[in-house]
């Protein structure tokens, strides 16, 4: 059963991902690990159980969530 709720993704997600695309370099993303895990992570990985959990429920079968992250938008 999924054990999380999802309320939706922070609006600084645009603004992240927008600035991830520019600075897609280890460092960069190492000083925004935090705000990674905070306006990109733990949302997706609450939508993503929320959603597997639906999903078997309505085929019976079993789904694993997967998150990626592309800066390719």
């Known amino acids: 059963m999924a054990n999380?709720?999802?309320?939706?993704f922070p609006t600084d997600l645009a603004v992240?991902?927008?600035e991830l695309k520019k600075n897609n370099k280890k460092t960069w993303f190492d000083n925004?690990?935090?705000r990674y895990?905070?306006?990109y992570r733990s949302?997706?990985?609450?939508f993503s159980e929320i959603?597997?959990?639906e999903l078997q429920k309505l085929t019976r079968i079993e789904h694993?969530?997967?998150?990626?992250?592309?800066?390719?938008i």
């Not at 999380?4 to 939706?8: E, H, I, L, R, Y």
């Open 16 to 18: 992240f991902l927008a």
């Open 32 to 34: 925004n690990r935090a």
């Open 51 to 53: 959603m597997a959990y």
């Open 37 to 39: 895990q905070t306006v």
């Open 4 to 8: 999380q709720s999802f309320s939706g």
């Open 64 to 72: 694993t969530p997967k998150i990626f992250v592309s800066t390719a």
């Open 43 to 46: 949302p997706a990985k609450a």
